[in-house]
């Protein structure tokens, strides 16, 4: 029944390690999001992505890198972890690019040690 | 380009009392506005949308929001605050000139004293 799954919940790891997080939507919607939310809980648009094709690209290290198999799924991979990185990413969807109401995954806390 | 301004990153209330969040956005074309509410370690969930119907804005759990486009407003409020209500607000609005991004106030944490 998860409208927007993500996989893993914590991750902890060390600097300088690559790692992925994934991001499932089954509400069939065309439009999909990554935030970062850092220890202030202030929220940062990294990607969005509108039927496999990326839309925002906001100003993210190129360490940072979205890939979209197909509509229902966005993931998010990070090369050479470096401490800040260290936030609760959130991946959300949305119907259409302008429908405006997001829908949030329970996000993940990643943790560089 | 467009901003959110959430008065207070701190409310705190005594339960059964009024709450009131505070927000502030600049537009220069009529906005689509939200407030998201977050509870401890979990994802964002929306509490209402301002989407040019009425002014009025009813949402889940007893909340509303005014939007008054003379004091680029757009407040949230509760009349009577319960302990479920302690969590992280949002006050967010769309910006059409940047593909319908989202433009996030800086959160409100509220604080219910019992």
């Known amino acids: 029944d998860t409208a927007v799954s993500q996989t893993p919940k914590y991750l902890v790891t060390q600097m300088g390690n690559d790692k992925s997080i994934k991001c499932e939507q089954n509400?069939?919607?065309?439009?999909m999001y990554w935030y970062k939310q850092d220890s202030k809980k202030f929220l940062k648009i990294m990607f969005s992505?509108?039927?496999?094709?990326?839309?925002i690209n906001e100003t993210v290290p190129n360490r940072f890198s979205p890939k979209s198999p197909d509509k229902a799924h966005l993931n998010l991979h990070i090369n050479s972890l470096e401490l800040g990185d260290s936030a609760v990413y959130f991946c959300?969807?949305?119907?259409?690019?302008?429908?405006?109401?997001?829908?949030f995954g329970p996000g993940t806390r990643l943790t560089v040690l | 380009a467009q901003s959110v301004t959430q008065l207070g990153s701190h409310v705190s209330v005594s339960e059964g009392a009024l709450v009131l969040l505070r927000c502030n956005y600049s537009?220069?074309?009529?906005?689509?506005l939200f407030w998201y509410v977050q509870y401890p370690n979990q994802g964002l969930q929306l509490l209402l949308k301002?989407?040019?119907?009425a002014t009025l804005v009813k949402g889940i759990n007893g909340f509303e929001a005014e939007f008054k486009k003379s004091e680029t407003s757009f407040h949230l409020t509760k009349p009577s605050a319960h302990m479920s209500d302690a969590a992280e607000y949002f006050c967010?609005?769309?910006?059409?000139?940047?593909?319908?991004?989202?433009?996030w106030g800086a959160g409100t944490k509220l604080i219910i004293k019992p």
């Open positions: 959300a969807s949305s119907p259409t690019l302008s429908y405006n109401e997001q829908f």
């Open positions: 992505y509108n039927n496999k094709e990326l839309i």
């Open positions: 967010a609005v769309s910006d059409p000139g940047s593909n319908y991004q989202l433009i």
């Open positions: 301002y989407t040019s119907a």
């Open positions: 537009s220069s074309v009529p906005p689509y």
């Open positions: 509400l069939g919607h065309d439009t």
